[in-house]
């Protein structure tokens, strides 16, 4: 059935600020609104929050602004600073939604008559479905939730289920993370990842260019979180097998680096703002994709594959997810199912760069555009029903189908 006429309006609730690490959450927002007006409203912030990341603390007092009018069709919103104690906490989390549903609803207004999109990226806001006056419920989901070492497992998958359950469509971020959620909702999409396209226009300054040409070539990196999934040890098993290769680290690291950090061929350079990544993968030959098997890197396409194609450089992936293999028979990405044989394909892929390379991978990789994405997901959302949520829906909202101890 067509879709009403005039502009919808999109409501998106996400866990990440408008100005935090660009995911899957601001990208699509950022092409919605190039036609149709969003509220993006940011992730909870409570003095607990603050006590754990002191650096947060400015955004405490973010909702004194109200809705900030970024474009003409794009308002960012803080929430209300309350307790947010999260998922461990679920009955004073839902007790707490219903106070912010009100917050949101005073900036988000009444809904067109062709509809408001209701976006969830976390199963905690669950409970607002049938609240915020939609007509949609889109469920874009960009990791497997549950596998992370901050969520309670149980209370997650019982949120997520009812999501899954409730929400008009999925959209998930890798075809094994959309096969798991479509078990439940059968009208589950995978959409993947892609690139700011912006971010490609333009290359480092003089200054960052030597920052990276006075490392010396073969110059292979690693950008990202150096985090649980990333094989540290497979890591500085290839930087000390090929002492004559230089190893470029770009971003924050929460694990003790101190074995990597130690060897004279790599160089730790920090975090980087994510315009310049383009400009350092440039002067790569190899990006580094050194992930550890398990259930969150299995159902997941990294944004840095992505990147490193844009960019013309090969990356040479640890066999994390099955979800690689359509890109290594296209030869746009190597796999490596052991850790020999990951030295060896880092040491071809170096030998393997060249021009020739270099623009094919570039002409791949710069149609995974976020604007490509989108249009993706809006044929699917012009195609669903019309019709409102059901008054069933509407009361099983107020119902609580799962226990906090």
């Known amino acids: 059935m067509a879709s009403a006429p005039g502009p919808r309006q999109h409501l998106y609730l996400a866990t990440n600020f408008w100005d935090g690490l660009w995911i899957v959450q601001q990208p699509i927002c950022n092409e919605i609104q190039r036609e149709e007006p969003v509220l993006y409203v940011e992730r909870f912030v409570s003095l607990f929050t603050v006590l754990r990341y002191p650096r947060l603390w400015r955004r405490l007092f973010a ?25 461990r906490f679920p009955r004073l989390f839902r007790f707490e939604l219903a106070i912010q549903r009100r917050w949101i609803l005073r900036w988000a207004g009444q809904p067109p008559a062709s509809g408001r999109v209701l976006w969830i990226d976390n199963p905690l806001y669950e409970s607002t ?18 596998e992370f070492r901050t969520s309670d497992q149980r209370i997650v998958r019982a949120l997520e289920e009812r999501l899954l359950s409730r929400a008009t469509v999925v959209f998930a971020a890798a075809e094994q993370l959309a096969r798991a959620k479509r078990a439940v909702n059968p009208r589950t999409h995978t959409v993947l990842n892609a690139i700011d396209t912006s ?39 290839t930087a000390r097998a090929l002492p004559n290769v230089s190893f470029v680290i770009i971003g924050i690291s929460r694990l003790d680096d101190q074995p990597l950090r130690s060897l004279p061929n790599v160089h ?60 290594e028979r296209a030869g746009r990405l190597l796999v490596a199912r052991s850790p020999s044989e990951f030295v060896e ?27 490509a994405r989108w249009q ?30």
Not at 129 to 146: A, F, K, N, S, W
Not at 208 to 220: D, G, H, L, M, T
């Open 129 to 146: 479905i049938g609240h915020l006056g939609e007509r949609t419920v889109v469920y874009h989901v960009g990791d497997e939730m549950t």
């Open 63 to 87: 909702f004194l602004s109200g809705a900030r009018q970024l474009t003409p069709n794009l308002r960012v919103l803080a929430p209300l600073p309350l307790f947010h104690l999260g998922h």
């Open 345 to 371: 394909l880092v040491r071809s892929g170096i030998a393997g760069d060249s021009p020739e390379r270099r623009t094919s991978l570039v002409a791949f990789g710069m149609q995974q555009t976020w604007t």
């Open 199 to 237: 971010a490609f226009a333009h290359d480092l300054t003089p200054d960052e260019q030597q920052e990276i040409e006075q490392i010396p070539a073969p110059r292979v990196g690693f950008i990202g979180v150096l985090d649980s999934w990333v094989d540290l040890p497979l890591l500085a098993q």
């Open 268 to 327: 730790f350079l920090g975090r980087r703002d994510r315009k310049k990544i383009p400009g350092i993968l440039r002067r790569l030959s190899v990006s580094l994709v050194p992930f550890v098997r398990m259930r969150l890197t299995e159902r997941t396409v990294p944004l840095k594959i992505f990147e490193a194609l844009a960019a013309g450089i090969l990356p040479v992936c640890t066999a994390f997810s099955p979800d690689l293999e359509p890109f």
């Open 376 to 405: 993706q997901m809006d044929a699917v959302l012009r195609g669903l029903p019309t019709e409102p949520l059901s008054l069933q829906v509407r009361k099983d909202a107020t119902k609580d189908s799962w226990q906090e101890s």
